[in-house]
């Protein structure tokens, strides 16, 4: 008699492998988030200590912070009306603008409303205020 069964996985076969990769995927995905938060946390204070120090670097040669209008970009090319444009570097205070770690850019405003001036990122939703992923950090805070 001839054996009419082709080799190959059944449907039953495969169901169970899919859950099972599943479940490993989602326990993956709960063990790994934290570290993910952790590293865009750090991203940020990264960030944040560059731009401070090219503020206050600026702020040396120009006796003032750049504008909320100049922005972080007086870091990178010199703005208009510079007190003392013999003292801008000739590659600025940093090379480029960093992004946050959602890909956006960080704010700035000079004066500040909680320091000299407010330095910060909305966080992963973008939007003013949240908690966790989502809370706004910047230059103010420990």
Not at 30 to 40: C, E, G, K, S, T
Not at 91 to 117: A, C, H, M, Q, V
């Amino acid at each position: 008699m001839k054996n009419n069964f082709k080799p190959g996985f059944t449907l039953i076969e495969l169901m169970a492998v899919i859950v099972i990769l599943g479940i490993l995927a989602s326990v993956v995905a709960i063990n790994v988030n934290p570290f993910l938060q952790r590293a865009n946390y750090e991203k940020i204070r990264a960030d944040m200590t560059q731009l401070e120090k090219a503020l206050e670097v600026y702020r040396l040669n120009e006796l003032t912070y750049p504008t909320t209008e100049q922005g972080l970009t007086a870091l990178v090319g010199p703005p208009e009306n510079l007190k003392r444009p013999f003292l801008y570097p000739v590659d600025g205070y940093i090379k480029s603008i960093p992004l946050d770690p959602w890909g956006r850019e960080y704010l700035y405003l000079y004066p500040g409303t909680k320091s000299n001036y407010d330095l910060f990122t909305y966080g992963s939703d973008g939007i003013e205020g949240g908690s966790g992923e989502n809370a706004d950090i910047g230059n103010w805070q420990n």
